[in-house]
């Protein structure tokens, strides 16, 4: 009869278990879902606002490219709301965002930014089909880039996309004569083809390049916090050349303002890190010091048990 209920024990152990486990795996399995959704949807949506743009009269395409980084102000929301409105974490924004995260972080959003700028250059030229079967491409640098940076495996799925997707790749090339908008011109075709082409594989740069950083986040905030120094340094990219390449009037007054604007963020990020270290090295000695207070009053108990045992011993002795 015991070792029926042991094992009944250890069964009802085993389903709480797994009941702990599969609640977290269907939780993530929804986020991802949901984030694949919203990643689906914009990439479409941004590519036909963006053609949009170009068909209805626009012509900067710094201006292009410069929307599509402009929003990371929202991103502040998903780094602070949770700590200090919704209360569900204790983790300080900015914690343990160290000086190589950040370097990092401004490369690659200065590659994202050049990425978004071929992105817009392509798209004025091609038509969204075109653009868009062009960007696929991007799935055979991925493969190539992450192999050699991140070290994955290739399977024979892949290597079937790679050698499908250079074939459309190829056709869409030859077939160019018959796809080219009215007015527009050969050569101007084909800088669009490379400009897509080349915004492809910056991309496929982009997702090896991150995932290998991301080795050392620890936690979601911490993702967003490198999204946000990203998008502000491919904003700022797109804000120099919009107005020093197509000649906008950046006279005195405005180098200023954007010189001000890149140090007030700068400091920003660079004095929250400053606070976020301070607390951390407060926190440390606190913990430190309850701690040697309680070795401290454990040794003292343990001493005054010692001699209580020592008076009783001598007690016995003179009874003898």
């Known amino acids: 009869m015991s070792d029926v209920r042991v094992n009944a024990d250890q069964q009802e152990e085993g389903e709480q278990q797994q009941n702990l486990v599969k609640a977290p795996v269907k939780r993530s399995l929804g986020l991802l879902i949901t984030t694949y959704g919203c990643l689906f949807v914009g990439s479409i949506a941004s590519s036909l606002l ?7 009269g626009g012509s900067s395409r710094w201006v292009s490219t410069w929307v599509q980084s402009a929003g990371f102000p929202l991103l502040l929301g998903l780094i602070y709301f949770p700590r200090f409105v919704f209360k569900t974490t204790k983790r300080r924004p900015f914690t343990r965002f160290t000086h190589r995260h950040l370097l990092f972080s401004v490369v690659i959003g ?13 798209t004025s030229y091609l038509p969204v089909s075109t653009s868009s079967l062009l960007l696929s491409t991007q799935l055979i640098f991925t493969l190539i880039l992450s192999v050699i940076i991140v070290k994955q495996k290739v399977t024979f799925s892949n290597l079937n996309c ?52 991301y080795r050392s986040v620890y936690c979601y905030a911490m993702v967003m916090e490198m ?24 006279g005195g007054v405005k180098i200023v303002s954007t010189v001000l604007c890149i140090w007030g963020f700068s400091s920003y990020v660079y004095g929250i890190y400053v606070k976020m270290k301070k607390d951390e090295e407060k926190e440390e000695e606190e913990e430190e010091g309850h701690t040697g207070m309680k ?26």
């Open 50 to 56: 963006a053609k949009y743009y170009f068909v209805h």
């Open 110 to 122: 200065l590659i994202l930014g050049f990425n978004n700028f071929l992105f817009s250059w392509g």
């Open 162 to 213: 790679v050698v499908l997707l250079t074939l459309s790749s190829v056709l869409l090339a030859l077939g160019s004569s018959q796809d080219k908008p009215a007015g527009l011109t050969k050569t101007k075709y084909f800088i669009g083809f490379l400009s897509t082409i080349g915004a492809g594989l910056l991309f496929a740069l982009y997702l090896p390049v991150t995932e290998r950083v």
């Open 227 to 250: 999204q946000l120094v990203m998008e502000f340094s491919a904003t700022v990219f797109a804000t120099i050349g919009m107005a020093l390449v197509y000649g906008d009037a950046f």
């Open 295 to 320: 070795t401290v009053e454990d040794g003292g108990e343990l001493e005054l048990e010692m001699g209580k045992v020592k008076d009783d011993v001598a007690v016995a002795d003179e009874r003898v």
